[in-house]
C-alpha cells in the first residue's frame, strides 16, 4: 500500500456543524454552532460521486455535528443531487429519530448508524446541551427504527476498559437488535483534550474477552473483531500482503462551506500555525474529483505519507493498521510523520494481542 488513491469508496458529508447533544468526550469544535452546507455544496460533490457510484459501490456518509438537527426539508434538498447508484448513510446520535425520520430513511433508503455507548450507567457522557442524560432519547430513537423494522448499526466510545465490561456490552447490543456494531476506545481528539492512555493490560482484557462474547453468539457483525480475524487468517494462508488496498482510501470530508479534508474528517475545523486549515481545495471552485488527484501535494498530506512509511519500516502491525489515522498523529504527536500513538496502541496493537490472546486462551489442545 502506498500512496493515495484518487478515487475514493466513500465521501463523508457535514449538512451542518451543530449538535443538539454536547458529550463529554465529543471532538467537535462548533458543535454549538448551525452552520448549514447549502445544496450548492452537494450538487458539486455529486458531479464527482455520481459517476463513480455507476462504475461500483459508493457510499455518502451524513455525519455532523448531528445530521438530522439539519431538518428533513433540508437534507433532502442535500440528498437531491446524488443518483440512485449512490448509497446513504446517517451517523446519528438518534435523539431526534421519530416516525417521520423513519418514513423519511425508508423513502430515501438511507442505512442508520447511531452512536451510544451501552447500558444506561455506561452512557453518561452522552448528554443534553443542559448536561442532562441523554439516554431515555437515544432508546426512544432506537424504539422507533425497531418500530419501523428499520435495520441499524451502533458505535460505542469505550472511555474505561475494565474486566467484565466487553460482556456486558455486547449482550447489550444484542438485545438492542442492532445488526452491525463498532467500538471505539476513546479518542484524544480535536477539542477534546483528555488522556487516551490506558492500562496496556486492561485493554487487551477488554478486546479478548469481546471476541469470546461474540463467539458465544455471533449474531451481530463486530466490526473491529472481524476484521482482525480476517487478518489472522490471511496471515495463516500466506495472503496477508493482499489484505490492505494497494492505496490508502482518501476518505473525503466535505465540510459545510464545501472544504475538502482527506484521510481524517476529525481534522474538518481546526487550523495550525504550520498546516492552516488542513483543506485539499473547495468543491465551490474545483471539482471534487480533481481536489483528489491533487490531494497528495498537500503538505500535511506529505508528511503523513512519510510518516506511514515510518511505521511500514518500523512497525510489526503495519499489514494490520495500515499505518493509523492522520488526526491521531496530529492531535496527540503534534505532526503527522511520526509513528505510534496511543490510540494505535489501544484500537490497533492490543486490538490483535487481545485477538490472540484469547486464541492462546481457547486453543485446542495438540491431539
Ligand atoms: S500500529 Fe501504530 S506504529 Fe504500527 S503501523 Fe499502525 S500507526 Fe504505525
Known amino acids: 500500500m502506498r500512496g493515495i488513491a484518487a478515487v475514493p469508496s466513500y465521501v463523508v458529508m457535514q449538512p451542518t456543524t451543530l449538535c443538539n447533544l454536547d458529550c ?32 461500483g459501490r459508493f457510499s455518502v456518509v451524513w455525519h455532523g455535528g448531528e445530521p438530522l438537527a439539519a431538518g428533513r426539508e433540508h437534507l433532502a434538498a442535500l440528498l437531491a443531487p446524488f443518483g440512485p447508484a449512490v448509497e446513504h448513510h446517517v451517523q446519528t446520535n438518534a435523539t431526534l429519530i421519530d416516525d417521520a425520520w423513519c418514513a423519511f430513511f425508508a423513502e430515501h433508503g438511507i442505512r442508520v448508524s447511531v452512536s451510544v ?10 448528554v443534553t446541551r443542559g448536561g442532562r442524560p441523554a439516554y431515555d432519547r437515544i432508546l426512544a430513537g432506537v424504539a422507533a427504527l425497531r418500530r419501523h423494522g428499520l435495520p441499524f448499526s451502533a458505535l460505542a466510545v469505550v472511555s474505561r476498559p475494565e474486566p467484565g465490561l466487553a460482556t456486558e456490552l455486547y449482550d447489550y447490543f444484542l438485545d ?39 463467539r458465544r453468539d455471533p449474531r451481530i457483525h463486530l466490526r473491529e473483531i472481524e476484521w482482525s480475524l480476517r487478518y489472522a487468517g490471511a496471515v495463516l494462508a500466506g495472503t496477508a500482503d493482499d489484505l490492505l488496498p494497494r492505496r490508502l482510501d482518501p476518505i473525503p470530508t466535505v465540510s459545510h462551506d464545501g472544504s475538502v479534508v482527506v484521510l481524517s474528517p476529525e481534522l474538518a475545523g481546526f487550523t495550525d500555525p504550520r498546516y492552516g486549515d488542513f483543506s485539499s481545495g473547495n468543491v465551490l471552485t474545483t471539482p471534487l474529483a480533481e481536489i483528489l488527484t491533487g490531494a497528495g501535494r498537500t ?64 486453543e485446542s489442545p495438540a491431539a
Open 24 to 55: 463529554v468526550y465529543c471532538y467537535l469544535p462548533l458543535r454549538a454552532a448551525d452552520r448549514r452546507m447549502p445544496p450548492t455544496v452537494a450538487e458539486a460533490v455529486a458531479a464527482s460521486v455520481n459517476p463513480w457510484a455507476a462504475s
Open 117 to 126: 455507548d451501552g447500558p444506561r450507567a455506561r452512557n453518561g457522557e452522552r
Open 176 to 214: 438492542l437488535g442492532c445488526d452491525v456494531l463498532g467500538i471505539n476506545i476513546e479518542e484524544t481528539e480535536g477539542v477534546n483534550t483528555r488522556t487516551n492512555a490506558r492500562d496496556a493490560a486492561a485493554v487487551t482484557g477488554f478486546w479478548a474477552e469481546l471476541v469470546g462474547a461474540w
Open 299 to 362: 503538505p500535511w498530506v506529505g508528511e503523513f505519507l512519510t510518516g506511514v512509511e515510518a511505521c511500514r519500516s518500523s512497525c510489526p502491525y503495519f499489514g494490520f493498521c495500515g499505518g493509523g489515522h492522520a488526526a491521531n498523529r496530529y492531535f496527540e504527536l503534534g505532526r503527522f510523520d511520526g509513528t505510534e500513538t496511543e490510540h494505535c496502541r489501544n484500537s490497533k496493537i492490543r486490538l490483535l494481542e487481545g485477538v490472540l490472546e484469547h486464541a492462546r486462551d481457547h
